[in-house]
């Protein structure tokens, strides 16, 4: 037999996808990409003219914007990969907001060009970035020890919660 293929007969099910932990986890993952997409979205554009002078910030912000939305859409379809990867990236766009918050503080001043919306107001989204990117990892984390990978042998038309019997319980022995 092939990995991922059942016996004649059997279908594969995979339980631990149907715990009710495992969907709220899968579900806030999601959820917490989706807003940190957005938060990079409103800050990358909103600051477009600045993040493009001289660097390629603007355009590296959308790539991530990018990468998240793949890694949304492989975390609503049960992968299990994909939340180590989104761990470290959360990580990493943590520790980038936190050395580069202040700087949007910085142009709040007279005399530094302004981007399409405030600086103060850029630098408070870099700012509310960091805890979510925080929360985000901490959800993966507890998401990739959940084993949504682990598949199972049942027979075909048993129940869709229905554990399967491995073999003679004590009291038919």
Known sequence: MAVGEARPGYE??????????????RFAAVVL???????????ALGGWSLLLGGTTFGVIALIFCGVYALLAVLIARWSR???????????????????????????AKPGFAEA???????GTLVVILIPVQLVLAAVCAIGFTQEWHVEEERPIGSGPDEPINAGPTPASA
């Open 12 to 25: 594969l099910w995979r339980p631990n996808r149907h715990k009710t932990g495992s969907q709220t986890t």
């Open 81 to 107: 990969g994909a939340l180590s990867l989104t761990i470290a990236l959360s990580v990493l766009l943590a520790i980038l907001c936190a050395v580069g918050a202040e700087s949007w503080f910085a142009r």
């Open 116 to 122: 399409s919306l405030p600086s103060d107001l850029l």
């Open 33 to 43: 990409l989706i807003a940190s997409i957005v938060l990079m979205l409103i800050v």
